[in-house]
């Protein structure tokens, strides 16, 4: 005990004897005038003091200050064998992006800052506490990015290098609110396949498909070993991650052809330092950020979120983004209309029909290429400004002759034997190969206020000639994922100690021993999982399971969490109101019958309790029945919910709920505290 305490506590290393007491400090002066020292604040000042003592040369310490934030994680050796792992591959290699801008910006003869707000993962995060944390973390990240920008008062513009999950909406809402300063992302760009293995979407589903015994152990071990094809970017699907990076291009906030990128190649770099310049531009023509984010550029990210088949998460981020920027906030009116409108033109992981990663939607032509087809169908708002200082038209027409475009689609011949016209379509050839729109918005009596269907993503061999998914089927209720993925793998569920009352929450409130499997023809329900419930954890888990599983494609999920899109029998989310804020869906029951339509042409759908079997019901009067029942399960608050997580929940819920981006709106916050008070009183 005592050597293993020495070794603890101190180090037989003599160099730590050497220690110094004083420096010389920088050499030079720092370059200050009269004007500066009788008007300036104490901090700038200090901060030339700071800036020279950090190295930066004194002479120069006048140059205009611009700022680099990312969501850099992990720590990564020059060798880019990590020293420390990051959360996911998506942040891991971002800090070169971050030095390839810098090195620009100095040679561009600017000051360059950074700093940093990590992200998590929500592929690591599935089926655990940790995806409580996960939604709420997006406005968390948001607030402090934007605390970090203000505390940078000389800075004269920001670059936001991010790509993930709730990493890169948060900072698309940092950089929003700057309405006074230019400000450009860089996407961090996406990871490549493997050569032979499965995708990172798949790949999740190993466990559920070895419990079937769809694969062998070996199977599963070598998948999941091998599924990266690189050790940075987002995952090769559309799904919240490669989508939020097509919004962030197609709101004008990224350089074209940015979004996607495999990472770590020299493509890549290359954007971050045209970014650079990008930024560096936009302040010297006083453009901002303000010029970007208008009613326009908004409209283009929605046409083109539904053009692409994008992540229905996104839902969630654009509002948010246009609360950010001042702008009104789309309804879900306007997100029916324009989907109705709009064509899906790109064949993407995880839709159909093939499937292409998204590296391969990068070499077709990107967001760009899909802008072509859109403005030639008068879909796109044209005149909207970009970071590279033109308008959205001027845009699209370099892009049509670029030597760029040429190159890139050539090489996905090449490399992989692919058409880019078969990655990204024409209108025509879309319905020729069945491409359907992307999001339908079911009603009815579970789900008054609405949910969230990404019809595009239901199988094709469930849905009628006339393009409809039509479903009546048994409730399966839970209140728990775990539970809900324990019996769809067929498993008992795991608890602390079996038989308590924590082990029947756990459960869903049903015994342990009576939890029977998910078999085709169910209807799984699983409620008190918004964000009142859980910080409306992300049910990727389950969603993808039924994706990969013989028989999941004639089973149903109704939940009021939410997904990122990798369904394949109707996974229908958002269901409001939620459980816990007195919604339908949590006065359901083991063996109700659901009927679920979807039009997936036409873009509507219902969502209703029809009674139970040998006693079925109209809609109507199955809505007056919930309107009379009890819950007959206790519904409450997930018992390892984080107190944050709670506050967020309530918070986001003053500020106009799930249908309004989850915001933290101060007026609305401020007016139900305010009553709340006066109440008391």
Same mark, same amino acid.
């Given at each position: 005990m005592t050597g293993s305490?020495?070794? @603890?506590?101190? /180090?037989?290393?003599?160099?730590?004897?050497?220690?110094?007491?004083?420096? *010389?400090? !920088?050499?030079?002066s720092l370059p200050l005038t009269e004007e500066m020292l009788l008007n300036s604040p104490s901090g700038d000042l200090f901060g030339l003091t700071q800036n020279a003592g950090m190295g930066w040369n004194p002479s120069e310490l006048l140059r205009k200050q611009f700022l680099i934030l990312s969501t850099q994680g992990g720590i990564r050796g020059e060798d880019g064998k990590p020293i420390a792992l990051g959360y996911h591959t998506g942040h891991y *290699?971002?800090?070169?992006?971050?030095q390839a801008a810098a090195e620009e910006l100095k040679r561009l003869?600017? @000051? !360059?800052?950074?700093?940093?707000?990590?992200?998590p993962c929500d592929g690591r995060s599935q089926g655990t506490v940790a995806m409580m944390d /996960?939604?709420?973390?997006?406005?968390? &990240? &948001?607030?402090?990015?934007?605390r970090l920008i203000r505390s940078l008062p000389t800075r004269r513009g920001v670059i936001g290098v991010a790509t993930c999950d709730k990493g890169l909406p948060a900072m698309m809402l940092a950089l929003a609110a700057q309405d006074q300063l230019p400000c450009v992302i860089v996407p961090g760009g996406v990871t490549l396949p493997p050569a032979v293995g499965e995708d990172a979407g798949k790949v999740q589903t190993i466990g559920a498909r070895f419990?079937?015994? *769809? %694969?062998?152990? *070996? +199977?599963? /071990?070598?998948?999941?070993?091998r599924a990266c094809g690189s050790p940075g970017g987002g995952c090769q699907f559309l799904g919240t991650a490669a989508t939020a990076q097509v919004v962030a291009e197609a709101l004008g906030m990224a350089l074209p052809h940015s979004a996607l990128s495999p990472s770590g190649q020299p493509i890549w770099l290359d954007i971050a330092r045209r970014s650079a310049r990008a930024v560096f531009e936009m302040e010297r023509m006083g453009k901002t950020t303000r010029d970007i984010l208008t009613a326009d550029a908004l409209h283009n990210a929605m046409v083109v979120h539904a053009a692409c088949g994008g992540s229905t998460n996104l839902l969630l981020h654009i509002p948010a983004i246009a609360f950010e920027a001042k702008l009104k906030r789309p309804t879900v009116e306007d997100w029916i209309r324009l989907n109705r409108q709009v064509p899906r033109l790109v064949d993407c992981l995880p839709n159909g029909p093939v499937g292409h990663p998204t590296v391969r939607f990068f070499l077709a032509g990107g967001v760009p290429e899909v802008m072509l087809h859109l403005r030639e169908l008068g879909l796109l708002k044209l005149d909207a400004m970009t970071v590279a200082g033109k308008s959205l038209g001027d845009v699209l027409e370099w892009w049509e002759r670029s030597e760029r475009r040429v190159?890139?689609? +050539?090489?996905?011949?090449?490399?992989?034997?692919?058409d880019p016209d078969t990655v990204v379509m024409s209108p025509k050839a879309a319905r020729e190969h069945g491409l359907t729109s992307t999001v339908t918005f079911p009603v009815g009596n579970?789900? !008054?206020?609405? /949910?969230v269907i990404k019809s595009t993503a239901i199988d094709k061999s469930v849905v009628d000639s006339d393009g409809v998914y039509r479903k009546t089927g048994p409730a399966r209720v839970f209140t728990s994922e775990r539970a809900a993925i324990a019996a769809i793998k067929g498993r008992p569920l795991r608890t602390p100690k079996e038989g308590t009352a924590a082990a029947l929450r756990s459960a869903g409130g049903v015994p342990t021993e009576k939890l029977a499997p998910i078999k085709e023809g169910d209807v799984i329900v699983l409620m008190c999982r918004g964000p009142m419930g859980c910080g409306m954890e992300e049910t990727y888990q389950i969603t993808s399971a039924l994706r990969y599983l013989p028989f999941g494609k004639h089973v149903a999920l109704i939940t009021d969490a939410r997904f990122s899109g990798v369904s394949t029998g109707a996974c229908i989310g958002h269901v409001g109101p939620e459980a816990l804020d007195g919604g339908p869906i949590g006065k359901l029951r083991d063996?109700? @019958? %659901?009927? %679920?339509? %979807?039009?997936?042409?036409?873009l509507t759908g219902s969502l209703n309790f029809v009674g139970t079997d040998g006693c079925e019901v109209t809609p109507e009067e199955g809505g007056m029945i919930l309107a009379e029942r009890q819950p007959t399960l206790p519904l409450h608050a997930d018992p390892n919910l984080p107190p944050e997580t709670r506050l967020w929940a309530l918070l986001q819920r003053a500020g106009g709920g799930t249908w309004a981006g989850c915001v933290y709106d101060v007026d609305k916050i401020a007016a139900a505290l305010e009553a709340g008070l006066a109440s008391q009183e």
């Open positions: 305490l020495d070794t @603890l506590l101190d /180090s037989a290393d003599a160099t730590l004897w050497e220690v110094v007491t004083t420096g *010389e400090g !920088p050499q030079g *290699e971002v800090g070169l992006l971050m003869e600017t @000051l !360059p800052f950074a700093a940093y707000v990590s992200d /996960s939604l709420a973390y997006r406005n968390d &990240a &948001a607030v402090v990015l934007k419990s079937h015994g *769809e %694969i062998t152990l *070996e +199977e599963a /071990s070598d998948a999941g070993c190159r890139l689609r +050539e090489l996905l011949v090449a490399r992989d034997g692919v579970i789900a !008054p206020e609405g /949910s063996g109700d @019958l %659901i009927q %679920i339509e %979807i039009d997936t042409r036409n």
